[in-house]
């Protein structure tokens, strides 16, 4: 394999820097105070300070992909009497109704389509009328289509309700500058591979701590068990409690090193809008349209119809792109024929120059 692969246009795993994989050359010792002390710890508290200033955050870190800790908060911060009321405008807040049926977890759904934001005066109403909710839960960026929720309004209806507010930043966190006290999070979740730069094999949660407290002995799962992880690595300074992914973990230490040399969320929300400004100016000049209006957008992930054209297969533009170097995401949406370019990781505006590039000579069906 050569060392330069192609360059991932998607929404994690993603691109990562060569210093991030190489950071994953030393096997770590899962009791020892170089590893637990020294990354585990130190990436904790990184984590609570990348998301806010104030003091009564702390973070846990779990094995598995984002979806994992999703679970894990679900069905470690939702009690037998309480109910959630589950924002969904796309697959991964699907994903949440589905995981709150399988553990018999009370819900409400209010689902806006996936091609719409969702509505704070309807959630309003919705918190009106059922009283029984205790819970909201969100996601931020909808990787689905690219679009960008408004988690500061809902944020103001949890806070006037008074409800513990769950948000899955996962695609959003470290990509787009938030801040969990001002808004009210309860817990946050995202994960290593994703705004972060890191590989897969952890997610991650930052929470209030005083609301992850209660949770103690709620869990309906051993492994996903949001407390229980959480005590471990307080009692036992950084301690995993079951197999710790260590090489991940060295790469992630890595990752964060890296963000900070790029000066911080900010830069690289700056970079990531340059280089979805970049995709979707040239793509229109392509011809391509996006799903979504330009004022609902991200700059994570962006969604293009696809061409309406008898001879159009997303596979052979795939394949075209691949052999370029370029790998890019199908489409997600039930109702509209899309396919997906993200543009976080190792990627910039000079890489999305030559994206175009080999777009326009992949369009087949214009010849
Ligand atoms: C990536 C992602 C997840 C988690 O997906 P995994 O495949 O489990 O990593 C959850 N929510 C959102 C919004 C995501 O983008």
């Known amino acids: 394999m050569s060392s330069r692969n192609y ?43 990348l ?8 973070s846990v870190l779990l094995q598995g992909s984002g979806s994992y800790a999703v679970e894990a908060v679900l069905g470690s911060a939702i009690g037998e009497t309480d109910k959630v009321l589950i924002v969904s405008n796309g697959a991964y807040g699907a994903r949440m109704i589905e995981m709150a049926s399988l553990m018999g977890i009370a819900h409400r759904a209010y689902d806006c389509g996936e091609i719409n934001r969702p509505d704070a005066s309807e959630i309003d109403r919705i918190l009106d009328e059922d009283r029984s909710i205790t819970h909201i839960a969100m996601v931020h960026c909808e990787t689905t289509t690219g679009m960008l929720n408004p988690i500061a309004e809902v944020a103001e209806l949890a806070q006037r309700y008074g409800k513990i507010y769950i948000v899955d930043a996962m695609s959003s966190f470290g990509g787009i500058p938030l801040d969990v006290a001002a808004l009210k999070i309860d817990f946050l979740i995202s994960s290593a591979n994703k705004c972060l730069q890191g590989v897969p094999g952890f997610a991650f949660v930052i929470a209030r701590q005083h609301e992850l407290e209660k949770c103690k002995g709620r869990s309906r799962s051993l492994s996903l068990d949001l407390y229980a992880q959480w005590r471990c690595m307080e009692d036992h300074q950084g301690k995993w409690r079951f197999t710790s992914p ?24 700056a970079r990531y809008r340059s280089n979805q400004r970049a995709l979707v100016t040239g793509m229109r000049m392509l011809g391509f349209e996006t799903l979504l209006d330009d004022t609902l957008h991200s700059p994570i992930i962006t969604a293009f119809y696809s061409p309406q054209d008898p001879t159009w297969r997303f596979a052979d533009f795939y394949q075209r792109l691949k052999a370029q170097g370029f790998v890019i995401y199908p489409g997600k949406v039930s109702k509209s024929d899309c396919f997906r370019i993200g ?25």
């Open 343 to 367: 543009n976080i990781g190792e990627v910039y505006p000079s890489d999305i120059t030559g994206l175009l590039a080999a777009v326009e000579s992949a369009m087949y069906w214009k010849k």
């Open 7 to 49: 360059l991932l246009l998607t929404p994690g795993p993603l691109t990562t820097s060569r210093t991030v994989k190489e950071a994953m050359l030393f096997d770590s010792c899962t009791w020892d105070e170089d590893y637990n002390l020294d990354t585990v710890q130190a990436i904790r508290q990184q984590l609570v300070s």
């Open 246 to 269: 260590t090489h991940t973990v060295l790469a992630f230490a890595q990752a964060l090193r890296e963000l900070a040399e790029e000066g911080g969320v900010e830069a690289r929300y």
């Open 51 to 58: 998301a806010t200033q104030a003091e009564d955050y702390t």
